[in-house]
């Protein structure tokens, strides 16, 4: 369909793509390259940083236990790509274990009603996947890769809000965008890839 046509144009450029086309190339500000070798700089390690686990340690975390956060990450972004940290944090009074690829929608701001297509997931070329047992108070991060919907030539609908789930749940938890995005109003269109829950947030 013209629209699916149209974003395969703009992929290099936008970070959009229809269904199953490989992950856009990351985007960084000038002067900074980064490359499928990257090595991850994880900040000092502090005693909220969760680290891989057996998964017989503690259940896995239910969308009751854990409180969702989006930061944007400006200083990564630019030529049609832009980066954000999701953040889950552990809220319940005991310890419990995520893993794998948070599933994301965009959420219409008005209506506010999902829209589009779910993400897709971007390999983890800093983190592997692996079983975090998060203590309580303590999160995990997936790295969110999202292109602008302006370069895709699909329907546009402002966003104020994604809804995310984790493998196993069966309800989707709802979090506020860090500011307004537009999506596409569209299931052909891939606006936003997931990285690997992680024990901290990636760093170029």
Avoid at 7 to 30: H, I, K, Y
Avoid at 74 to 87: E, K
């Amino acid at each position: 369909m013209a629209v699916g046509l149209g974003c395969a144009a703009a992929l290099v450029l936008a970070g959009c793509a229809g269904p199953g086309s490989p992950p856009t190339g990351d985007v960084s500000p000038p002067g900074s390259t980064p490359t499928a070798a990257s090595t991850p700089t994880s900040p000092a390690t502090q005693s909220s940083t969760p680290a891989p686990a057996d998964s017989a340690s503690a259940g896995t975390c239910g969308p009751n236990q854990l409180a969702l956060s989006l930061q944007s990450r400006p200083q990564d972004s630019g030529m049609g790509n832009f980066y954000w940290d999701l953040r889950l944090t552990n809220t319940g009074p005991a310890a419990c274990t995520v893993e794998g690829y948070p599933v994301t929608t965009l959420v219409g701001a008005a209506p506010n009603v999902p829209v589009g297509s779910a993400s897709d997931t971007e390999p983890g070329r800093w983190y592997p996947v692996a079983v975090l047992a998060l203590a309580p108070g303590t999160s995990a991060y997936s790295l969110l890769h999202l292109g602008q919907a302006g370069a895709c030539g699909c329907p546009l609908v402002p966003v104020g809000a994604l809804d995310v789930t984790l493998p196993g749940w069966d309800t989707a938890s709802r979090v506020a965008t860090p500011n307004p995005i537009e999506g596409c109003d569209d299931d052909s269109t891939v606006l936003v890839r997931t990285g690997p829950l992680a024990p901290a947030p990636v760093s170029f």
